[in-house]
């Protein structure tokens, strides 16, 4: 081969071999772009993944209103929308439920003031009444403006209810301590009254008083007795509102609870009309560690109530079962009465709270079972429907409860 010769192969072998390399590295760098794309593709999908399984409702507004994400949770429920149907739309046209002028308002007050707003919402949409805490947080996509809102609805209706129940724990132990206070200082009066129309009435025998001035003083004296009783009534059933009376506490059969009661009120005149039926579980799980006549105490105020509120006819379920969520077992009293308005709901066991004419309710009835059933380590539920009916939930913890207390003890918790 001639110089020239060898010359021309080897450029041309150069060039054949510059032509594969560039060729190779352009390969090189789509591979790099298509594996980055897949990547990211899958960043999103992951991203995409851990919005769609957070348990609340959450969607973004540009600041035209339109839907940028809207999650899996916001497509269930009665008013959920297809994800689909979402993107791209202005939020006005989605959620028409809501006035547009008052859902502008919220995003704007965010855009305007680049802060997050907080409130709750009482809603329908999963098929009752539920309450939801909507956050609507402010986005910037370069650190600039506002450019988008996140809104965030969770159902906060159980931690709600929790929170009531702590509420009304507390301060139903608060007006305990009261009572009791009041209690004391009223116990010792009542018994000088008490004693002093004892005297007078033991002096009127011993003594010669003009007929007319006797029939007086003893009429005085006897009405004095009466209302003493009557003020005393009220003073125990405040003490078993502040410190129930920790009778023994011994193993019991909440069924046998349920059928001691129902024999004790079978005679009584406010159940004359009243059809009692019950439904109790065999297979309850015994004991509930407590009192059995406070027990009963419990469920007779219970079924009184509900006699009451069908106005003494009509037909009351007392029903025993296991607690199946929380444990321990359940005894409800169902009513087909007048029911109680929501306002009403937060003040049926404070001691004095009644709707019923002087001489026919003290108000004590419920705060008596409330402070039995704290005492039993339990706690009582309502439900109810104006005009269709009410049912009281007694819960009890199964097993060992907490040491028994003399009543008089120091310190009561709720
Ligand atoms: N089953 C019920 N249905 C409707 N309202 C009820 C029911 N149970 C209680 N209430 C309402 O709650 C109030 C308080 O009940 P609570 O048992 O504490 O007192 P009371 O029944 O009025 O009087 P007491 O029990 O001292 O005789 C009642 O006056 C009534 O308005
Ligand atoms: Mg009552």
Redesign the pocket.
Known sequence: MSPLERTVLTTAGFLVGSALAADESARRASEAVVERTRQIDEQRRFIERIVDSLPVGLYVVDREYRVHAWNRKRETGLQGVLREEALGRTIFEILRRQPADMLRQEFDDVFRTGTMTQFEMPSNAAGELRTYRVSKIPMRINDAAVTHVITIGEDITEWKRAHERVAEAQRLAALGQLSAGVMHEINNPLATIAACAESLALQLTERDVPAPLRDAIAEYTHIIDHEVHRSKRIVD?LLDFSRPRGDTREPVDPNEVVEHTLFLLKHHPRFKHVKVEASLDADIEPPVYGSREQLAQVLM??L???S??MDGTGRVVIRSRNDAADGGVVIE?E?Q????AGS?LG?????F????SPG??????????YGIVADHGGRIDVD?QLGV??T?RVHLPAGQAKPTTDGQGEEKTT
């Open positions: 059933g105020a219970l009184l109530n509900a009451d509120a009293v009513d009465g007048r029911g109680i009403e003040r049926l066991f404070e001691p709270y009644t709707t019923k026919r309710g003290t108000g004590l009835g419920l705060s008596i079972c109810s009916g009410s009281f």
